[in-house]
């Protein structure tokens, strides 16, 4: 059984920003799958998903904007049963085992972009994230949260810069 909820308010605050937020949540009983570390195990299990995104964007003009983006993800797997691929093509029941899964990442990015001219952009990012991924299952969302904070965030930090060039007017300054 698959079920799947979103819930995604907008707001726009005035004419220049603009906040959207982002809560969904998946649950799957009774899914076959396979184990993270044993393979070829499969096991019969439940998983759930909830993601929480906040976006905020706010347009200085119509060339330069800057976005925010915050996003915490959390997934859990939990097995309930396991079985081994036979030679023949034919599941059979095992008596391995392997480890529930508690899965959370947090990416927070910031994102200035800038159309200094037409087709030609300059955008600066940062992106913050906070991963973690483990056997012990959290069944209370604070608990889980707490216990995911404490890991080591990555940071990244890029500059790209586009440029169009129109080789029609380049070849037809040269000309003159």
Same mark, same amino acid.
Do not use: H
């Given at each position: 059984m698959h079920v799947y909820g979103r819930f995604n308010p907008r707001f726009r605050i005035n004419n220049n920003a603009f906040l959207q937020y982002i809560f969904a949540i998946e649950q799957m009983h009774n899914e076959l799958g396979t184990t993270r570390y044993l393979e070829p195990l499969f096991s019969r299990r439940s998983e759930k998903a909830i993601t929480n995104k906040l976006i905020f964007t706010y347009a200085f003009n119509n060339k330069l904007n800057a976005t925010l983006n915050a996003r915490h993800y959390w997934k859990t797997v939990n097995h309930t049963s396991f079985y081994e691929l036979m030679s023949?093509?034919?599941?059979?029941?095992?008596?391995?085992?392997?480890? +529930?899964? %508690?899965?959370? !990442?947090?990416?927070?990015?910031? $994102?200035?972009?800038?159309?200094?001219?037409?087709?030609?952009?300059?955008?600066?990012?940062?992106?913050n994230i906070l991963e973690a991924d483990n056997d012990e299952i959290e069944t209370i969302f604070?608990? +889980?949260? %707490?216990?995911? !904070?404490?890991?080591?965030?990555? $940071?990244?930090?890029?500059i790209k810069f586009t440029s169009y060039l129109d080789y029609s007017t380049i070849f037809n300054k040269s000309k003159k």
């Open positions: 023949n093509g034919i599941l059979a029941t095992s008596d391995n085992s392997g480890d +529930n899964q %508690n899965y959370n !990442i947090w990416t927070l990015y910031a $994102n200035i972009a800038w159309e200094y001219r037409p087709g030609s952009t300059l955008s600066i990012v940062w992106q604070f608990n +889980n949260v %707490n216990d995911f !904070i404490e890991n080591t965030p990555t $940071n990244l930090f890029s």
